[in-house]
């Protein structure tokens, strides 16, 4: 069986950031600039509002508040 992900991470910083990834994946956009491209295309100010969305998802999973 395995553990949960957020319980058995030994790096936050790379897991807040895979939190980002598939948090970007899920957004839809009818943005004819295709504002919602790849994560790794992504703007840096969008990566940077949803680093900060999966942290603050995470604080709140681990009840940090």
Request: with cysteine; aromatic share 10%.
């Amino acid at each position: 069986m395995s553990r949960c992900r957020i319980c058995s991470a030994n790096d936050r910083e790379q897991l807040i950031e895979d939190m980002a990834r598939e948090m970007w994946a899920t957004q839809i956009s009818s943005d004819p600039a295709a504002e919602w491209r790849e994560w790794d295309k992504a703007h840096s100010y969008w990566r940077t509002i949803m680093l900060q969305f999966a942290e603050a998802s995470l604080r709140a999973l681990q009840h940090e508040h």
